[in-house]
């Protein structure tokens, strides 16, 4: 038995812990607050200790929280004391139940500054098409650790092959995973602020890559290509005629020369059989189909799974059309990378935008897409961050500044963000002609004005409902 002290106690640091103390090991709890699952661990064996600035002396095992940043105390304090400090993705590798007579279900695991949660989520259901059991875990869906411990009426592995989205947060505290296959979608500025630079950031992002025995990139994406560049099977999807290696776009549909017997390659799936738009979704759907081809699934298969997928909330989701205008939620796209590609799939577009920028440049985006803007509103904190680039690179275009009030973190207070945002789209339609498009795209985090993306796109979306 070991102990193990679980430091956050999130959605993964509870999953955590449950699996833990299932198995008999002795569990120690901190978090800066007492949440509510607290009373249920304690009642299952575990010990609350409130906020620790350095771990117990009979600790054997951190398994710290994504969002704890490695400068937390209690993490330097572990490390400085040949403490181990691991996430719960690591933790989950490490209890993987083999099936009986075999081994435990393989890992196709998807990492990237954006893009990641809709190929998993394609992938599980091209994994599915192809009559596996799979599922969708880590970075989202559920937790890893209860995934790879489920087990059927019959006392088996519940799964054959896991769908894996992984952040640069968990990579940084994994030293083992060994997917099947690993794809790193794109490496834009985004969390300089939580790893400290750049080449960190890129260099956790390349930690999936180390075990795989295949790794899948864009070939578009500079850092992605350069990064799978020196393995030992590099797969590449581009939106172009692909080449031998790779998944492309050939006419009007996508093409596979990287698994394909025929050496000419083989079609998955026509364009215009996805549901999902732009040519982001396009490299989305070549990467899950990459990830799904190392698994075994067929051709058809592919296409089946790829042509069920229908995206997912708060991801260029057209929520209302008035006046000749649409309204498009894309609160997912949290940093300029993700901003970028949604804008792209926009001729003329009013842009709303702004929120925590957390150290990234917004001058490369506004320069690029300054000559389809209709107009912008900006809100949040780092509003005048954008207001100056735009000033700089965009200066004919009408923009308007919506005041946050206090810019502290005002996420909990749910009727401020909603009524936010209400000036903010009133604002847009001011701005917008019919045939435009008002896109919430925000290149930014939400946590200044709202509880998360998912408030924001809500709050969007019922302000566009309110215009009637």
């Known amino acids: 038995m070991q102990q193990v002290l679980v430091a956050g106690l999130g959605v993964s640091g509870v999953a955590a812990a449950r699996v833990l103390l299932a198995r008999g090991d002795g ?16 009642a299952a064996g575990a010990r609350w200790l409130g906020p620790l600035t350095a771990p117990p002396a009979d600790v054997d095992l951190v398994v710290t929280s994504p969002g704890w940043r490695p400068d937390n105390p209690l993490l330097v ?35 990237g500054t954006n893009g990641k949660t809709t190929t998993v989520t394609m992938l599980e259901q091209v994994l599915l098409a192809g009559g596996l059991r799979a599922v969708a875990a880590g970075n989202v869906g559920r937790p890893l650790v209860e995934v790879v411990t489920a087990r059927d009426a019959d006392g088996r592995p519940s799964f054959d092959a896991i769908a894996v989205e992984l952040s640069s947060f968990q990579l940084h505290w994994s030293s083992s995973i060994a997917p099947a296959a690993a794809c790193v979608l794109n490496v834009a500025d985004d969390h300089v602020d939580w ?22 990139a864009d070939a578009g994406d500079p850092v992605a290509a350069s990064l799978v560049a020196a393995h030992p099977h590099p797969v590449t999807v581009t939106l172009g ?36 738009s732009g040519p982001h979704n396009l490299v989305n759907a070549m ?10 699934v067929d051709a058809d298969g ?11 909330a708060h991801r260029n989701v057209l929520v209302g059309r008035v006046g000749g205008v649409d309204f498009v939620d894309d609160s997912k796209a949290t940093n300029p990378h993700a901003a970028g590609a949604s804008l792209a799939a926009y001729p003329r577009v009013v842009w709303i935008a702004g929120g925590l920028l957390k150290g990234a440049d917004v001058d490369p985006l506004v ?78 985090a939400s946590m200044d004005v709202f509880t998360d993306y998912a408030h924001r796109g809500r709050a969007f979306a019922d302000a566009v409902r309110a215009l009637g």
Do not use: C, N
């Open 367 to 444: 320069a690029a897409v300054g000559p389809r803007l209709a107009g912008v509103v900006l809100l949040g904190r780092d509003r005048e961050e954008l207001a100056r680039s735009l000033a700089r690179h965009a200066p004919t275009v009408p923009r308007v500044v919506v005041p946050s009030g206090d810019d502290g973190a005002m996420g909990a207070d749910v009727t401020y963000g909603d009524g936010v945002m209400a000036q903010v789209v009133a604002a847009a339609v001011r701005l917008a002609s019919p045939g435009d498009t008002v896109l919430l795209a925000p290149a930014a």
């Open 27 to 42: 569990v120690a709890l901190t978090d800066a607050r007492e949440p509510a699952a607290v009373a249920e661990l304690v």
């Open 302 to 312: 592919v296409r089946r799974g790829l042509a069920a997928f229908s995206g997912g």
């Open 195 to 216: 790893h400290g630079s750049f080449p960190a950031y890129r260099d956790a992002k390349a930690r999936l890559l180390r075990l795989a025995p295949v790794a899948v």
């Open 241 to 276: 005629e692909p080449g031998p290696g790779q998944l492309g776009v050939r006419g009007s549909a996508l093409v596979d020369r990287a698994f394909a017997a025929d050496p000419a390659g083989e079609v998955l799936v026509g364009t215009g059989e996805l549901q999902v």
């Open 287 to 296: 990467a899950a189909a990459a990830l799904g081809r190392v698994a075994g």
């Open 77 to 111: 304090a572990a490390a400085a004391r040949g403490i181990e400090v691991i996430g719960e993705p690591e933790l989950a590798w490490r209890l993987r139940i083999a099936a009986p007579g075999g081994e435990p279900a393989p890992w196709y695991a998807v990492t």
